[in-house]
């Protein structure tokens, strides 16, 4: 029985992965700020101290920390605290568990969104050189600190892509305009969106573990434009779009800097988790949503 410990593991992902892990048969703790089960270990980055005594029996080490991206408008000190919350944490991480006798692998969440963003005519490999844009930096960032594990383990970085679910996220929240008759696709409706199932996203991380996997993989199984999203969501919900694009001008002034997130994009290719031997269970958005 493999020893878990998921840094970040209160989330959204973090609670679908220790469901997952601990059905596959692992031991699985959770390291979180705010602790309140029996397999949960304290540590705040901010004061940097951690219960180091509760896990220095981890073998794998999952990092899915990080600030919410859409939890606030993208302000330079709210930038900062999105940086900060995925780079600091994960060198914390490093000087306080890289040391662990018995630490096998460190598995870190990372984005997909580390290609910048183009006309979507090509599929991104993960050799592609990072993007310019604040995503991109942030993604080059985050895994360059990770690197830092490589010196006493294997490390692996998932490139976590736009993660659906019933009721969550973005189809969530694409849904509820639609469903209010006033679902439009966003700027161009052109930009593209990287995609996994969430119950795909963590087969695809215990599948990770267990074949012991290294480097860098874009975890999409597919790709899907706003504007084909935003139709399949609409046809789903048996609703009518009949309202113009969303200028992306206009969605700059709601959102701010944050709007990059649902104007622009770019494909990202799976070719490589693939070839490792791992299969998507959920490729087609169509079905998927019915
Ligand atoms: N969901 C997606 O569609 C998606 C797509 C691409 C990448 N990702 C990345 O995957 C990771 C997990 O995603 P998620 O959706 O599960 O995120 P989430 O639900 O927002 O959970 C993130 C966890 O990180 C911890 N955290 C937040 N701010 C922190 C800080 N300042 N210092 C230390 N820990 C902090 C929190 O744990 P505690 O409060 O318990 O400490 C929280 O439970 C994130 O890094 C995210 O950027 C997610």
Redesign the pocket.
């Known amino acids: 029985m493999k020893k878990v410990l998921i840094?970040?593991?209160?989330?959204?992902?973090?609670?679908?992965l220790e469901d997952h892990l601990l059905a596959k048969g692992y031991e699985v703790k959770?390291?979180?700020?705010?602790?309140v089960k029996n397999n949960?270990v304290f540590?705040?980055?901010?004061t940097q101290q951690m219960d180091t005594a509760q896990c220095s029996d981890t073998q794998i080490l999952i990092?899915?920390?990080?600030?919410?991206?859409n939890?606030k408008r993208w302000t330079r000190k709210q930038k900062q605290?999105?940086i900060?919350?995925?780079v600091?944490?994960t060198r914390l991480l490093y000087e306080l568990c890289g040391a662990f006798e018995h630490l096998e692998h460190y598995v870190t969440?990372?984005?997909?969104?580390a290609y910048g963003f183009d006309d979507g005519k090509q599929k991104h490999p993960e050799t592609d050189p990072y993007g310019s844009d604040f995503l991109s930096q942030l993604v080059k960032e985050?895994e360059q600190a990770a690197d830092l594990f490589a010196s006493g383990c294997r490390v692996t970085k998932l490139?976590?892509?736009?993660?659906?679910e019933k009721g969550?996220?973005?189809l969530q929240k694409m849904s509820a305009p639609i469903r209010l008759g006033a679902g439009a696709p966003l700027g161009t409706g052109k930009q593209q969106i990287p995609w996994v199932h969430?119950t795909d996203l963590v087969r695809l991380v215990e599948f990770a573990i267990a074949n012991e996997l290294e480097g860098t993989y874009n975890t999409n199984a597919g790709n899907v434009s706003n504007k084909e999203l935003t139709t399949f969501l609409a046809a789903s919900l048996n609703k009518k779009l009949w309202l113009p694009n969303i200028p992306a001008f206009v969605l700059k002034i709601v959102l701010g800097d944050m709007a990059e997130m649902v104007v622009c994009g770019a494909k990202a290719s799976h070719e490589k988790i693939i070839r490792k031997g791992f299969v998507f269970n959920h490729s087609s958005i169509p079905d998927l949503l019915r």
């Open positions: 840094a970040g593991g209160t989330g959204f992902i973090g609670q679908k959770i390291l979180t700020r705010k602790p949960h540590w705040n980055p901010a990092n899915l920390c990080g600030e919410n991206l939890a605290l999105l900060d919350s995925r600091q944490t969440a990372s984005g997909i969104t985050w490139r976590i892509a736009v993660v659906f969550y996220g973005a969430s």
